[in-house]
């Protein structure tokens, strides 16, 4: 550092702090939103979730459009397009997730914001409130501007797009929440595993490579698959026929779209409620 | 006012800090020392809440320190490790810390200023300075303007003017009555700066008084006495007890016999003297005859090093 600091005055100048300083919830989410937005990995992981979300988006509707023949679901095709953005936006956010909690471990910021919060688990939930919120709200703004971006596409070849129909509202609003609640699950390992380098591993490697592992056919492996969590949790922003043709595919229950998703909700609860029982107990 | 009682802190076998007790009162300055290792920075961590005591307690300001509803404005602390994301710049991590209790940007922006971080306030915390790291960590402790400062080794990387400042700062705010804990390996700058000493080793503590007591206790006062006829000096005031060294010809040191004893025997005797000086022991001889038995790292020994007198250990 070539910059000099100017002298530092003798001592503290004697203005007492405004009204009547204390922690609480509220404060404590003012807190991390100034932390989530002031480091870089933030930004250029949400955009490229949003681009991600809607280049992709336009992409495989122009791509399918040209192949109109092959597509026997002309009615779902604006939803169906969603699908590929969405299964990629979740690395993104997964990593965020991870990293949100992690970066303070690894940098020892997670000493600053202890000592300022000591009862510790409302930092986690603050944080997650924080995370959570963002990218249900990035996700969602970036779903619009996807459809929007794809009705011309469609318009042009002669395909409707029906968003009137009560399943794809659940598919468009299912992938904003399965975003979100991904970037939970990652969230939660994050908390519990304390380490960026493992967080992004786990994490990471039950999205791309586990689960898909439980999908040769060996039975005993098919009667676990449907309570792996992303398995579950993508249920929610699948078409109806989608779901019928996984479950087929495996034994054990056959979960509904909402059902799944509670699933991973209780994924992410058990992590969670794991985590705040280290973050308790042991040395920070 | 910090106070642990039977605090206990043990990391699987090893014993970080065993058993302590005491008090750092308010109003003055009090001095945290010992070797590396020795358990201050697990006993600050302790403090903070930040570690969970094996057995015994600790309170600030009367209460442990989770339960504080405030704890900003209890307690500043800059500890030894440091804990800010290298990603972000010093001004967003004061703010981020700041909003926790509602304190707002003027706030943040009049200690940025004191402890001197303007013009680096705007940059990433990962490009820092050892210096301008332990400033960033300055000016967090203050943000709450905290009625209890814990610094470990604060002018650890400061140039010479932020020691200065540093010195100036703990005495001042130990003025107002406000509690200050305090270590530092820096010898002269704790005797400089502080007014009582708690010094541990190997997770016990050695001793706690005020400064001029324990370096009292830790050492030996010397009498030097500079004589045109030292060997007859030498002679005269040789009996039980006294203990008489000649580094170099005309040179004595005495042990065992105050300066006024040697003046007046010198007169009865009609010796010239040129010197005759009482010296007493430095904060340094003090800390390294009192920790020299629980020193964990030892360095190689050097001709002439620090020797221990297990009589002065406790």
New interface residues.
Partial sequence: MTTTPTAPSPAPAQTALAGHPHVTFARLVRSEQIKFWTVRSTVWVLGITAVVIVGLMALFAAVATNHADQIQDRAHLSVLALDPGVTFAQLAVAVLGVLTITGEYSTGMIRSSLSAAPRRTPVLWSKLLVLFVTILVVAAVAVVVALAVEWPILHARGFEMNLSDPQSQRVIVGSVLYLATIAALAYAFGALLRNSAAGLATVLGLLLVFENLFSIPWKPLSYIHPFLPSTAGGKIRMLDSQIAEQNASMHGPDFTAWQGYGVLVAWVALLLGLAIWRLKKRDA | MIEAHGLTKRYGEKVAVDDITFTVHPGKVTGFLGPNGAGKSTTM?LI?????PTHGAVTVNGHP?????????E?G?L?E?????????AR??L???A??????D??VN??I????????AKKRVG???LG?GQ?LGIA?A?L??PKTLILDEPVNGLDP??VL?VR??VK??AGEGRTIFLSSHLMSEMALTADHLIVIGKGRIITDGPVDQVIAQATSTAVRVRSPQAARLAEILAGPGVLVDSPEPELLELHGVEAPAVGEAAAREGLVLHELTPVRGSLEEAYMSLTSESVEFHSAALPHAATSDPEVTR
């Fill in positions: 961590r903070m809440g930040l570690d969970r320190y989770e339960k504080l509803t405030s704890p900003l404005t307690v602390a500890l490790a440091k804990a800010v994301h290298t990603g972000r710049s967003n991590h703010r981020a810390l909003a926790t209790h509602g304190i707002g003027k706030r009049e200690v200023e004191m402890t001197g971080l303007q013009q680096v490009g820092f300075s301008m400033r967090a203050l709450g303007d003017e932020g400042w100036n700062l001042y705010l």
